[in-house]
């Protein structure tokens, strides 16, 4: 890919999303430094008005803007054939992402995205598989906050537990802490897709539910049941807990992780995610204001009428929403043989999850595959399995995260 004329275009620039990946990499990396890229979309005054908020005047133009629709197959073809990485805000992409999937895997051009569709991920991977190991493109799903923090972190873990100790976590806890942040229109318009397919097609009901709905395929299954679904006292960490809405994500990537790596935590390695709640009485709200609020998007009549009220694609938190926003997530790995050897982290993030930190996340998964030597080859891959130790380090440098080993004697003494 040496010939290309860009490292990174950002496809969906003029989105909510897109646009904070466009002015992260403005800020982090300059228009005219040792990245080359790119910002492109359908509408050029769009991403002209894109340009011109996210850059000083003298240098709007250095930044090129291209052309393409996703209802064009040829236009898509011909923008990733332009460059090493598409980074892509496009959702929801069971709608929007199959057609530029298709054409990065045939142009052996490295793609990542944001989605947290699961039900879309386990249709296109075993479908593009293998054109995507046969040219080279590295396809990299889930490279916002679902599921970064979680799959970084666990995979953290992992390497913290074996230099100290000489083994892995057969089994770790992941639980949120305190955290702030608002959800865009663009991720509750993925999330009513989702809803709606699963009402039209009860296999895809099914494999939502699958906890190894993304496993490779022909891989059995390990020991790993449903999510938590109720308030569940953690003795671990001495405190209740109710359902992680983004556990049926993250979940899955981590365990798609572990084997793609070839099980270095082991074919029975086990991963669950919860929030940690400061009593019974708000684990137990937590979760029926959860049941209620899943209930009400997955009835139909009672989606349409709640659609009225949420953010539109487009619409999302406020730059004062997002700086005040921030989310601390632990991660407890048992040691199998001893569990005075247990290993605990915490990872941090410094803006709110969902857009603050997310778009950083993203554009620093775009120039780790655009820049960065790593060792995975063609094909469909999670953050911590393509990216590695070379994404750690640019997450903690740059995309304000910070990965830390805390003492597991502490864990009942912790504020939350």
Known sequence: ?????????????????????????????????????????????KLDEVRQACLPAAQHEKLPILLADSDDAASLAKMVRQTRVV???????????????????????????LTGEVQWMARVIPQYQEAAVASGARIVHTCGFDSVPFDMGNWYLQQQMFEQHGSYAQQVKARVGRNRGAASGGTIASVLNMMEEAGRDPSIRRQVANPYSLY??????????????????????????SPFIMAAVNTRVVRRSNALLDFPWGETFRYDEATLDTSRYKATRNTVAGVIGMVTLALGPTRKLVQRFLPKPGEGPTRAQREAGYYEVFFLGKNPKDRSMDTLVKVNGDMDPGYGSTSK????????????ELSAGGGFWTPASALGDKYLKRLIASAGLSFERVDPNQIKNMRI
Request: hydrophobic share 40%; proline share 4%.
């Open 1 to 45: 890919m040496d010939n290309r004329d860009f490292d990174v275009i950002v496809w969906g620039a003029t989105g909510f999303t897109g646009q904070l990946v466009v002015e992260y990499l403005a800020k982090t990396y300059g228009v005219d430094g040792d990245l080359r890229w790119a910002i492109a979309g359908r509408n050029r005054n």
């Open 216 to 241: 490779p395929a022909g891989t059995p299954a390990g020991l790993d049941g449903a999510d938590q679904s109720g308030a569940v006292y953690d003795e671990d960490f001495g405190r209740w807990t």
């Open 361 to 372: 996340m993203l554009g620093e998964a775009a120039v780790c595959l655009a820049r960065d």
């Open 87 to 113: 980074c892509t805000t496009v959702g929801p992409y069971a709608k929007y992402g199959t057609p530029l999937v298709a054409a990065c895997v045939e142009a052996g051009t490295h793609y990542c995205d």
